[in-house]
């Protein structure tokens, strides 16, 4: 079956724009994860949601960034006045089960910011 | 500071022999731990795990030892294969959805 998907995959963006980044879970899967990942460094939890509710946001480096997941499947996270320190990969993960430990990463959207 | 090191960011394997990845961890209240390879341009991609009651877990020609009064875990591949050339992180949690990723080795498996 289709795996986690996301788009764009990759964005250029102009400091100071906000930007907006989806996520396609697994079909079915309950949790979905957003991470962010800098050059030469691994991934870094920013938020989870369990179905439609967001569980944990403690990972969000700021109030520019906002994520949400309405219907439970399709995950959106969007980051408001763009900084050149918002560079980075954003990964997308879903899992079949709650709090569940094996998590499927989706290709992720490598944002530039000029 | 950084709860989950891979000290080596690079590693070259000749094909058929063993490759073996390190990661060490500061909090002893890590009780489950995985690793993930990645190939470029895409996501990370779930490898094997283990949790703290065990030492070790293999499945096919990858083993994962833990050593916890070391804090260490390393991840052995036997035999290597150029496809298995990837970056390698390990990860931490403590029985949540949370994890927390090490820096990564690139490892590269010469034919």
């Known amino acids: 079956g289709a795996g986690v998907s996301q788009s764009p995959r990759y964005k250029v963006a102009k400091r100071g724009q906000d930007v907006a980044l989806r996520c396609d879970p697994i079909s079915g899967h309950v949790s979905l994860f957003w991470y962010q990942q800098a050059l030469g460094q691994g991934p870094e939890f920013l938020t989870y949601f369990q179905n439609e509710a967001q569980l944990d946001k403690s990972g969000l480096p700021s109030d520019r960034f906002f994520a949400e997941r309405p219907e439970g499947s399709v995950s959106t996270l969007k980051i408001q006045r763009t900084q050149q320190e918002d560079s980075a990969v954003y990964l997308c993960?879903?899992?079949?089960?709650?709090?569940?430990?094996?998590?499927?990463f989706g290709p992720g959207t490598r944002l530039t910011v000029t | 500071d950084q709860q989950v090191k891979q000290n080596s960011p690079s590693l070259s394997v000749q094909e058929g022999r063993i490759s073996i990845l390190n990661c060490d961890y500061t909090n002893s209240m890590f009780d489950y731990f995985l690793w993930y390879k990645k190939y470029p341009a895409e996501g990370p991609t779930f490898l094997i795990s283990?949790?703290?009651?065990?030492d070790k877990n293999e499945d096919g020609r990858f083993t994962v030892f833990l050593n916890k009064s070391a804090k260490h875990l390393s991840l052995h591949i036997v035999p290597s294969q150029p496809g298995d050339s990837a970056v390698y992180f390990c990860?931490?949690?403590?029985?949540?959805?949370?994890?927390?990723f090490g820096t990564g080795t690139r490892l590269k498996v010469l034919a």
């Open positions: 993960a879903s899992s079949p089960r709650m709090g569940a430990y094996e998590q499927y």
């Open positions: 990860a931490a949690s403590r029985r949540t959805y949370k994890y927390i």
């Open positions: 283990i949790s703290s009651i065990k």
